[in-house]
């Protein structure tokens, strides 16, 4: 499960599987009381996947945990769901969704008229996605266009050619990717996103921290993740991903900075402060509750 520079994947594999594992968080979230959003197409991933043989891995044997990761991926939705309505609130026609994985926002939100939305990820998450909301006839609100791309090679030619156009403003969001790349691509991504965006386009990124990449928080989560790997081959339960393989751990440069210093007018919000401004408070007594993320909201000047 090693990362290489050229890998490539399907939904049930590695990185890809992780679009199922938010996919699978989005659907426990449709079912909640009270839900932040609703997607109420996450349901039909996770049973198309298991159909084809994927096993649904209990992430962590500890329900506190479980239940703060959910609450994050439940914020964090929240927040690009309305970072994207605010954009088109403000006249802003032309989206793209960098690895959008199963994010469903192309036809569940609400799109001013004329929009298009442009979604970029590996092609065989992307051919997945598509069959099942084609199986299921679901409609994009938008103009909507697959760019099969690795965001580590030329996705912006793949773009352009996709019909994208650079004098436009542009509302652009990078949710749950960073740090599946590695740092050197995680830098080319901004340089890319700035020199495509018109002034006035916005962008929301998930931003990891230092303590993020630090090697003593690898290596608690690493600690927890080979517990719950026992519980789960005693239980006879489904074989857990290590997901910290999959990421590149790596120093970096630090995004809310780098906007700034380029000319973005950058916004940020704290995880934790997301989640209790949400109402889903990580649980203080825990360690490590959520990853040391900011959200940020930039607009380009
Ligand atoms: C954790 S999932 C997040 C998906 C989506 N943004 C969401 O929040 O539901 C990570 C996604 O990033 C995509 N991804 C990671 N590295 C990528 C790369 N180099 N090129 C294209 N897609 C990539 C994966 O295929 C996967 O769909």
């Not at 084609?134 to 050619?161: C, F, I, M, N």
């Not at 509302?171 to 691509?185: F, K, Q, T, V």
């Not at 590149?248 to 780098?258: F, I, L, N, P, S």
Request: hydrophobic share 45%; with cysteine; aromatic share 10%.
């Amino acid at each position: 499960m090693s990362r290489t520079d050229d890998d490539s994947w399907d939904i049930t594999e590695g990185v890809g599987a992780t679009a199922l594992s938010v996919a699978r968080a989005r659907a426990v979230e449709a079912d909640a009381q009270c839900p932040l959003y609703l997607d109420p197409y996450a349901h039909f991933f996770v049973e198309a996947a298991v159909e084809a043989g994927w096993r649904s891995p209990f992430l962590d044997d500890n329900p506190v945990r479980a239940q703060a990761m959910a609450a994050y991926i439940a914020s964090r939705t929240k927040f690009f769901d309305e970072f994207f309505t605010t954009a088109g609130a403000n006249g802003l026609d032309q989206a793209v969704i960098l690895a959008a994985g199963l994010d469903t926002r192309a036809w569940r939100l609400p799109w001013i008229s004329d929009t298009t939305v442009y979604e970029i990820d590996q092609p065989k998450v992307l051919e997945f996605k598509e069959r099942v909301l084609a199986e299921h006839q679901a409609k994009p609100g938008a103009s909507y266009a697959a760019v099969a791309v690795d965001l580590r090679h030329d996705w912006p030619t793949a773009l352009r050619q996709a019909g994208f156009d650079p004098a436009t403003p542009t509302a652009w969001s990078a949710e749950g990717l960073l740090p599946y790349l590695p740092a050197a691509a995680q830098d080319a991504l901004f340089e890319q996103i700035d020199d495509l965006s018109a002034p006035g386009s916005r962008l929301s990124v998930e931003a990891f921290g230092e303590v993020f990449y630090s090697a003593e928080q690898l290596a608690r989560r690493q600690e927890r993740m080979a517990e719950a790997r026992r519980a789960a081959a005693e239980t006879g339960g489904p074989e857990i991903p290590d997901v910290t393989r999959l990421w590149y751990m790596e120093a970096r440069t630090d995004v809310h900075k780098w906007l700034t210093d380029h000319g973005w007018e950058v916004t940020a919000i704290s995880a934790v402060d997301l989640m209790e401004h949400y109402k889903r408070p990580a649980p203080d007594d825990l360690e490590d509750p959520v990853p040391d993320t900011v959200l940020l909201d930039a607009r380009k000047l």
